[in-house]
């Protein structure tokens, strides 16, 4: 799952303190060549996992489309402090000021790069996690790509309207797909059904949204084919990047737990067949500040949870699905 001003992947380790002589020097390049347009300059900084999540061309289109476009040149980055191991830089872009947060590996090549988009205007109230008992909104075993509460297990952490959201696929042998990993097909959650987590009322239904070439993106509809839930305490549950033509459900209508609502897909702004899940406190992503998000009664690697929140690299499943 992507924002307005995406994410590129990868943080680490947890320290305080003074900015890094190290970082410094990387900020100024990466400052430099943004503004340059040497988007290439900054993709041979990456280490291999960040060159492989974002090919180079995709690095192009990103900084060139998604954010030099909608921010405009960077003018300053002052260093503010370290999180979760990466250093934060307030940042003052022409159309808007934000954080940039940068992690280096040991031979100082960047492995987390991430652009947090301006504060939205939230007024709703905020949600600690949900009161609502839900189940897992699918009936196989599925696998928890990114989730939990800290950037390292959960790159959503860092992003205010994302917050501990999850990005859920299936994996079996320790790969998402066989086959052709340039079809949705080869993935095996693509086109399995996504079902309503409890009883609920639809607030949004997006459909008509093309899934992806897997390895391509959509950054101009974020969340694709999408179907939003209010649950009866004012919670909002999100569901993004399902399949074209595969909702099942309106706006304004009644659904109950367990209720199919649509497919998974690769719509919008994903690279390959997964669910995008996150609580909220509104019923739009940009306004919203997420929630901690915890299932009932689910298998988690095999053994019985009750009110979990699951993490990165976790199986989990359903202990029962109506």
Same mark, same amino acid.
């Given at each position: 799952?992507?924002?307005?001003?995406?994410?590129?992947?990868?943080?680490?380790?947890?320290?305080?303190?003074?900015?890094?002589?190290?970082?410094?020097?990387?900020?100024?390049?990466?400052?430099?060549?943004?503004?340059? =347009? %040497?988007?290439? !300059?900054?993709?041979?900084? &990456?280490?291999?996992?960040?060159?492989?999540?974002? @090919?180079? *061309?995709?690095?192009?289109?990103?900084?060139?489309?998604?954010?030099?476009?909608?921010?405009?040149?960077?003018?300053?980055?002052?260093?503010?402090?370290?999180?979760?191991?990466?250093?934060?830089?307030?940042?003052?872009?022409?159309?808007?000021?934000?954080?940039?947060?940068?992690?280096?590996?040991?031979?100082?090549?960047?492995?987390?790069?991430?652009?947090?988009?301006?504060?939205?205007?939230?007024?709703?109230?905020?949600?600690?996690?949900?009161?609502?008992?839900?189940?897992?909104?699918?009936?196989?075993?599925?696998?928890?790509?990114?989730?939990?509460?800290?950037?390292?297990?959960?790159?959503?952490?860092?992003?205010?309207?994302?917050?501990?959201?999850?990005?859920?696929?299936?994996?079996?042998?320790?790969?998402?797909?066989? =086959? %052709?990993?340039? !079809?949705?097909?080869?993935? &095996?959650?693509?086109?399995?059904?996504?079902?309503? @987590?409890? *009883?609920?009322?639809?607030?949004?239904?997006?459909?008509?949204?093309?899934?992806?070439?897997?390895?391509?993106?959509?950054?101009?509809?974020?969340?694709?084919?999408?179907?939003?839930?209010?649950?009866?305490?004012?919670?909002?549950?999100?569901?993004?990047?399902?399949?074209?033509?595969?909702?099942?459900?309106?706006?304004?209508?009644?659904?109950?737990?367990?209720?199919?609502?649509?497919?998974?897909?690769?719509?919008?702004?994903?690279?390959?067949?997964?669910?995008?899940?996150?609580?909220?406190?509104?019923?739009?992503?940009?306004?919203?500040?997420?929630?901690?998000?915890?299932?009932?009664?689910?298998?988690?690697?095999?053994?019985?949870?009750?009110?979990?929140?699951?993490?990165?690299?976790?199986?989990?499943?359903?202990?029962?699905?109506?």
């Amino acid at each position: 799952m992507r924002n307005k001003v995406p994410i590129l992947l990868f943080f680490v380790g947890v320290m305080f303190g003074q900015e890094d002589p190290n970082y410094a020097k990387v900020a100024k390049a990466f400052m430099q060549d943004y503004n340059a =347009g %040497d988007y290439h !300059k900054i993709f041979d900084r &990456f280490d291999d996992a960040m060159q492989k999540a974002m @090919p180079k *061309d995709q690095c192009q289109m990103f900084f060139e489309q998604q954010l030099k476009r909608p921010m405009g040149q960077l003018l300053s980055m002052n260093y503010n402090k370290r999180q979760n191991g990466a250093h934060v830089y307030s940042s003052k872009f022409e159309k808007a000021a934000t954080q940039v947060l940068l992690s280096l590996d040991d031979a100082n090549q960047i492995n987390g790069l991430y652009i947090m988009p301006p504060a939205s205007q939230n007024t709703a109230p905020q949600l600690e996690r949900n009161t609502t008992k839900i189940i897992l909104p699918f009936k196989e075993e599925w696998f928890v790509f990114w989730g939990g509460t800290t950037v390292k297990e959960n790159y959503h952490v860092a992003e205010v309207t994302q917050k501990y959201a999850y990005d859920l696929l299936m994996v079996k042998y320790g790969k998402s797909y066989k =086959g %052709d990993p340039t !079809k949705n097909e080869s993935y &095996f959650a693509f086109g399995k059904d996504i079902i309503a @987590p409890c *009883d609920a009322t639809v607030v949004m239904a997006i459909d008509g949204v093309y899934d992806n070439i897997p390895g391509e993106l959509n950054p101009n509809q974020v969340t694709g084919n999408t179907v939003v839930l209010e649950t009866a305490a004012n919670e909002y549950l999100l569901f993004a990047h399902l399949k074209e033509a595969s909702v099942t459900v309106s706006k304004g209508q009644k659904v109950k737990q367990g209720q199919k609502i649509g497919e998974c897909g690769n719509s919008g702004n994903s690279t390959e067949p997964h669910l995008h899940l996150s609580l909220q406190n509104h019923p739009k992503m940009e306004k919203s500040t997420g929630a901690k998000l915890y299932f009932s009664q689910i298998l988690v690697n095999g053994k019985l949870e009750t009110e979990h929140l699951p993490v990165k690299e976790s199986f989990v499943k359903n202990s029962t699905t109506k």
